[in-house]
């Protein structure tokens, strides 16, 4: 199960064009305990932000000037190369929720919004996205176990055939 403490040191990224919505939800963010909040003002820069601090969830504002948040998503897809994308949108046009879920939010929340909700979607999706990165560490265990010794850590007899497989069907 995922502890609060490893809830609460989340990696999160506020993506929205007015100034005045990003401080409030930093502040937001900051009174209930988050620590690593990033914010910006140009959606350019998601991708290479994304790249380099590997966020554990995004808040995504849709209409933005230069790049909307249906550009920035699909950038995202593209470039993360991440199975489970962390983007909660937040936009004041409700008429584009089913829209911004079949480009790839995990989630959606309509300005202005309430408070209550936003702190419980936010803690659920973390929720999520820290199990779902505790199952792929747990897969990548099982995964070495069944294919290496348990004792003495060295390639077992599956582990063989599944290269001799592989050998075989290259000189093929």
Do not use: W
């Not at 920035?72 to 937040?90: H, K």
């Not at 911004?100 to 300005?111: N, P, Q, R, T, V």
């Amino acid at each position: 199960m995922i502890r609060q403490q490893e809830i609460l040191a989340a990696n999160i990224l506020i993506v929205d064009d007015m100034p005045a919505n990003v401080m409030l939800l930093e502040q937001l963010l900051r009174e209930i305990g988050y620590q690593q909040i990033t914010s910006t003002i140009d959606p350019h820069s998601v991708t290479a932000l994304y790249d380099t601090n590997h966020y554990d969830l995004i808040l995504l504002d849709l209409i933005m000037p230069g790049m909307d948040g249906f550009q920035v998503m699909e950038a995202l897809s593209i470039n993360a190369g991440d199975d489970y994308l962390p983007v909660l949108v937040l936009s004041a046009e409700p008429a584009h929720k089913l829209q911004a879920l079949s480009a790839g939010a995990k989630d959606f929340l309509s300005k202005p919004f309430d408070q209550i909700e936003i702190k419980t979607r936010i803690h659920n999706m973390l929720e999520v996205r820290l199990l779902y990165r505790q199952l792929e560490l747990n897969n990548c265990k099982l995964k070495t176990m069944a294919l290496h010794d348990g004792l003495t850590g060295l390639p077992n007899r599956l582990l063989l055939m599944d290269r001799l497989a592989l050998a075989i069907a290259h000189a093929r």
